[in-house]
Structures are given as C-alpha cells and as structure tokens.
C-alpha cells in the first residue's frame, strides 16, 4: 500500500468521455446515462483497500441522501486483478450489493477511464456540474484509517450541495489520500510516475 494523493486535475476540465460495464447489472454506463442530472460524482475505488473500506458505508450513504435531488454517482475500479485479484469484477458485485450501493460500481479493464480522469489513488472523487465541467476534486473528509476523526463526508458533502443549489464551489480544496490504483505493469501514466 502506497499512500497516494490525487492528481487535483484542473478545475473546469469537462468530464471526459467513457462507456463501462457495471458488475451488477451488467448494463454499460457512460455521461449519457446521467443525462437529465444536475450534477455528477465521479468516484475511483477497489474492493481491498483499507482506506476505501474506512469510507466505503459513507459512499453508500451519499448515494441514497441525494438519490432524488439531481446527483449522479458512477464508482470505478481501474485495478489489474492480476495482481489484486480481489478487486475483480465479480467481487466488486459482491461489494456494492453487500454496502446496497444505489449506483453503478463499474470496472476499467483497461484503465484507460481512469487515465483519461488522471486518477490515482483509491478513493478518488470528481464532481461535474450541470455542464459537466470539474468543480471539485478532493477529499471525502479529513478521516482516515486510525486518525479517530469522524467519517462524515463533509466535505464532499458541501461541494455536492453548493453545485446542487447553482453555487460556486471553493477551489481551495484537498486531496483525496489511498492507496495508489494498481496500474498494469509498465502501464503506469506519466502524471503517476512524476
């Protein structure tokens, strides 16, 4: 386990584009299937990681506190289960039905989604305006494994809320800290390896 901050990708960059299945349903999920909503969550994750297991009731929460007022929410999981075979498709099912996560938990094969979102660790979060367009990346809340500070997504939570009202979101924002994502050997994007 490698403690990784996120990129922090420019403000203002719009949601790049990606089509993946989800290992529940089975059906393929892309921006188009959040067509009509006011605002898009983003989230990076994997099955083992202790510090997406630290947040991982919180996420499911997020996803049925704003199922009805204009939040999409879209997890990926980019690790190559060749060499984290616990994050393989059928155990991310497994995961999101067990915390009864109310949106998709997708899997990049290829991990080109998650580079084309420079994401880098897990968890990883960008939320998109109506627009689409990024008005924040960071952290969940100031928690982490052992730290003894509440895990209440706060936040995430007020960025979520500021976009859904049409409000500005404050740039002066911090990282997500996790374990790096798990990138296919000699894979590794070039925003990673600096």
């Known amino acids: ?73 879209v997890a990926i999981s980019a690790n190559d289960i060749s060499t984290h075979p616990a994050d393989a498709p059928e155990h991310l099912k497994r995961m999101a039905q067990t915390l009864g996560f109310n949106f998709p938990l997708c899997y990049d094969e290829t991990q080109a989604v998650a580079k084309a979102y420079t994401a880098a660790c897990t968890p990883d979060f960008f939320l998109f305006g109506g627009d689409r367009t990024l008005v924040y990346r960071g952290q969940l809340d100031d928690s982490r494994p052992g730290n003894d500070k509440p895990v209440n997504g706060k936040d995430l939570r007020a960025a979520i809320e500021q976009t859904l009202a049409g409000q500005p979101v404050p740039p002066e924002q911090k990282p997500s800290i996790g374990c790096n994502i798990k990138w296919t050997p000699g894979q590794e994007p070039e925003y990673f390896k600096n």
């Open 1 to 73: 386990m490698v403690r990784t901050p996120s990129t922090m990708l420019d403000l203002g960059t719009s949601a790049p584009e990606f089509a993946l299945p989800d290992t529940v349903s089975g059906d393929v999920i892309s921006l188009d299937s959040f067509t009509g909503k006011t605002a898009l969550l983003v989230i990076f994750l994997c099955e083992h990681c202790p510090f997406v297991k630290h947040v991982q009731e919180e996420l499911a929460k997020i996803g049925h506190d704003y199922a009805d007022q204009g939040l999409g929410v």
